[in-house]
């Protein structure tokens, strides 16, 4: 937004001085930094989450590895 301010001096002619305001481009960056921030934390998370589901199948896959072994011995011994 811009401010006008007009002086009158004794002489004959009149200065116009015009004001802007830098606001609008300190939001900008403020809000530029809020979504690197929230970026990173989203793909941090993101990243954290998959390690854990890695984490889970492969704790799975062992069980059912195990479980495997245990059928086949349970049934040889049937036989």
């Known amino acids: 937004m811009a401010e006008e301010r007009i002086v009158e001096t004794p002489t004959t002619h009149t200065t116009v001085i015009e004001r802007r305001g830098g606001g609008g481009a300190m939001i900008a960056v403020v809000l530029l930094i809020a ?5 990173f934390y989203l793909f941090s998370r993101q990243g954290a989450q998959n390690n854990k589901d890695a984490a889970i ?23």
């Not at 199948?57 to 049934?75: F, I, L, P, R």
């Open 35 to 39: 979504v690197l921030i929230g970026g």
């Open 57 to 79: 199948t492969s704790a799975a896959k062992s069980v059912g590895g195990a479980a495997d072994k245990a059928g086949d011995a349970v049934e040889k011994s049937t036989q």
